[in-house]
């Protein structure tokens, strides 16, 4: 794997840092939307709320999800072109070294051999660097920001019981002060 690693170029490096970035982007926007989703049903479940409320949650996630349906295609698009290119050179250099061998080392393998095994295995390569960047980098970045976004949420609602209990406290006893003036 280090052998392969060691293959790629400083653009396939920028592709892929693109598709790590238009990964969490996808991620995010992904996350967000259940927002708007919580901010409608409870417009719905508040009685009298009108039809001209729920359309500005509801444009938001739609445009919300809209971006994120971009945002991975982007995100195929460069792991497409990581791995073509990729590939491209490795394609390369497996025939530039099958070129450089001797008559006896060509007459241990055949010909249909050599080529189903090389293309098989660069293919591989190729589902590899493909799917690696667009199924398996998505996995840890989603969980990682949505346990960080539960856990903000949960820090929010734990400071904010002490907090509003606190103001309450000085709610009743400024009014308790008061009452003796």
Known sequence: M?????????KEWGMIVLTILFTC???????????????????????????DALWSPAAKMIG???????????VGFFAARVAASYTTHLRR????????????EIK????PSLL????????????LFTMGLQVVTRGPI??????????????????GGPCGCYCEC??????????FS
């Not at 070294?97 to 006896?104: E, P």
């Open 64 to 74: 919300l999800s809209l971006l994120a349906f971009f945002s991975s295609v982007m």
């Open 108 to 111: 241990r393998f055949s010909i």
């Open 142 to 159: 989603m969980a990682i920001w949505a346990i960080g976004k539960i856990l903000w949420e949960i820090g929010i609602l734990a400071l």
């Open 116 to 127: 189903t095994r090389t293309t098989n295995d660069i293919t591989q390569v190729q589902m």
């Open 170 to 179: 000085l709610d009743d006893h400024r009014s308790y002060d008061s009452g």
């Open 2 to 10: 280090k052998k392969l690693a060691k293959r790629i170029t400083g």
């Open 25 to 51: 982007f996808s991620v995010y926007l992904e996350l967000e939307v259940p927002t708007y989703i919580s901010q409608i049903t409870e417009l719905l479940g508040t009685s009298g709320t009108q039809m």
């Open 93 to 104: 250099d497996v025939f530039h070294r099958v070129l450089d061998f001797s008559q006896t």
